[in-house]
């Protein structure tokens, strides 16, 4: 994980002093050096802040072409890439490093945009050519790494996180109607929380001239039709093609210059990441796993039985519950939005904790369970609504083993209790997913004004409140609500993420209320976030 910026102005030059600036920002994504360049004219900079992973020698960043005419900084990683070095070469290219970054540069030299279909790898990238007046940036095809872009005065910024560009001079604004969708649908793959300040989508890149400014998409998913020739395969090929790609990914992902670890639970998912790479390792690969307090949520015993099957390092990383709430602020700082569950901020310790164990590179299944249908609101749907060739009574058993076999996923993933029918929604979309089926109505009273609250609560764990004043605001189902003068409910405490939500919400929809920046509000409530994991609220 490098990080990166580049800036291009139509007006004057940039300002040195800036650039560092903004890369320096970057420090936590790459510890190992920043440098910078910025173009003869100074209208054009590129700031790079790099974590070494391949080519601990030569492969600092920028990286020039050989004519000096095109630089380029990269954040990711290009798989196979010793193949394609092979492959400029005998066509004649001098690679000044032997960085899995530059084959990029001279891919784009050979090839130009349609470079892009012959790089395989998670990456973020922007490119600067000299020649054509042009500034090229892409991101991977499913966005993997991110890339974020914001227009301010005369200039184009990009970078890695939006911190970047705030520290480079663009303004730290809200977009209240980003904040409203992310908060209802989980946001947009093109919008962030800020004003003014967007992202490069996965799949598709970015060219800037002088002149103009353009987003274009180069890859998509392709699925087979109905009647497609590809459907009609035994399960054993499709099974057999499966292992053999996931197979050669994983076997890619271990190339580097630094120890590789990997990421742990009792999923099949991160215990089939974890077997195949061992099988293509001579030492053991350290696995890591997150422990907790918990038993709904612990998967030790099932990961340390897998380390042991792989003859893996088995690593545990102990959590307790108020390790969580005291870290909430922190994972949100990092990763620049809300986070409604404790999924992020999980992930943020496990990732601290790997760091501080020396390692730089660790592999994962995440992912896995969007494309295959791991979740069990995934598999109610392909129960639900693909009912070619079922049987009712094995289809009602299937529904009736994922509630009883998934007990955190009731009331969150999975429709729980009878509730009404989303009649506008199925009529419209000839179906409803299960997280928008709500729960069973609950009142509540207020412990500030007495008033009784209507809790409309979903299965998305979000809910709709009124109060005494008539104020409509988004809530948690987990005892986290709003009420008119107070962030309480009951006697405990409220959320301080799903406060600042409603006072957000609230200031879009019905009240004009201003809202402070995110972090500094998340910060100076740190101390009640805690009691948003301990037991849940009863009236």
Same mark, same amino acid.
């Given at each position: ?244 790609? =996931?197979?050669? %990914? +994983? !076997? ?5 210059? $630094?120890?590789? *670890? ?5 999923? @099949? ?80 310790? =496990?990732?601290? %904790? +790997? !760091? ?5 590179? $660790?592999?994962? *299944? ?5 494309? @295959? ?80 609250? =209507? ?85």
């Amino acid at each position: 994980m490098c990080g990166i910026v580049a800036m291009f102005s139509r007006g004057g030059p940039v300002s040195p002093a800036v650039v560092q600036k903004a890369t320096r920002r970057l420090y936590h994504r790459g510890p190992d050096g920043q440098r910078h360049w910025i173009s003869p004219d100074g209208r054009v900079a590129l700031g790079h802040a790099r974590l070494s992973i391949i080519d601990l020698t030569t492969g600092d960043q920028p990286i020039a072409s050989e004519d000096g005419r095109k630089h380029i900084i990269v954040n990711g990683e290009f798989y196979d890439y010793e193949a394609t070095q092979r492959e400029l070469e005998r066509a004649g290219h001098h690679l000044r490093t032997r960085s899995d970054s530059e084959i990029a540069l001279h891919l784009y030299e050979d090839l130009g945009i349609q470079c892009l279909h012959q790089l395989r790898g998670e990456f973020a990238f922007v490119l600067w050519d000299e020649n054509h007046r042009t500034l090229f940036a892409a991101r991977d095809r499913f966005g993997i790494k991110p890339l974020f872009y914001a227009v301010h005065g005369e200039t184009l910024y990009l970078a890695s996180e939006v911190k970047a560009l705030f520290a480079a001079g663009v303004p730290a604004r809200w977009d209240a109607e980003s904040v409203a969708q992310a908060t209802e649908f989980g946001g947009h793959q093109m919008r962030t929380l800020f004003e003014g300040v967007f992202q490069v989508p996965p799949g598709h890149y970015l060219v800037a001239t002088d002149r103009h400014t353009e987003l274009n998409k180069y890859w998509d998913f392709n699925y087979p039709t109905r009647d497609s020739a590809a459907l009609h395969r035994s399960g054993a090929d499709y099974a057999a093609e499966f292992r053999h790609v =996931l197979e050669e %990914a +994983v !076997r890619l992902r271990l190339r580097a210059d $630094v120890p590789v *670890g990997c990421y742990l639970s009792g999923g @099949l998912d991160s215990c089939a990441m974890l077997g195949l790479a061992a099988k293509h390792r001579r030492d053991p690969i350290r696995a890591f796993t997150l422990t907790f307090d918990r038993p709904d949520y612990d998967e030790e015993k099932e990961a340390k039985g897998m380390a042991s099957r792989a003859g893996a390092d088995f690593f545990p990383i102990p959590i307790r519950q108020d390790d969580l709430a005291d870290n909430f602020a922190d994972a949100i700082q990092q990763s620049e939005t809300f986070c409604f569950n404790a999924h992020g901020v999980a992930k943020y310790l =496990l990732s601290r %904790a +790997v !760091r501080d164990a020396g390692y730089k590179v $660790v592999i994962t *299944g995440e992912g896995s369970d969007e494309i @295959l249908g791991g979740y069990a609101h995934f598999r109610r749907d392909m129960v639900l609504y693909n009912r070619d060739g079922q049987n009712p009574g094995q289809a009602a058993a299937i529904l009736q083993d994922l509630e009883r076999l998934n007990p955190v996923s009731r009331g969150l993933l999975l429709p729980h209790g009878a509730a009404k029918p989303l009649e506008n929604v199925n009529r419209v979309l000839g179906l409803c997913h299960p997280g928008l089926k709500p729960s069973p109505h609950v009142a509540r009273r207020c412990s500030r004004c007495g008033t009784l609250i =209507l809790l409309k609560g979903t299965a998305l764990g979000r809910a709709i409140i009124r109060c005494s004043a008539g104020l409509m605001s988004v809530g948690s189902s987990m005892a986290a609500m709003r009420c008119t003068n107070r962030f309480t409910f009951g006697q405990r405490r409220c959320c301080p993420v799903t406060s600042l939500i409603c006072s957000v919400i609230a200031w879009r929809w019905r009240t004009r209320l201003r809202v402070a920046c995110l972090f500094s509000i998340i910060r100076s409530w740190r101390f009640s976030v805690r009691n948003l994991y301990t037991k849940k609220f009863t009236a």
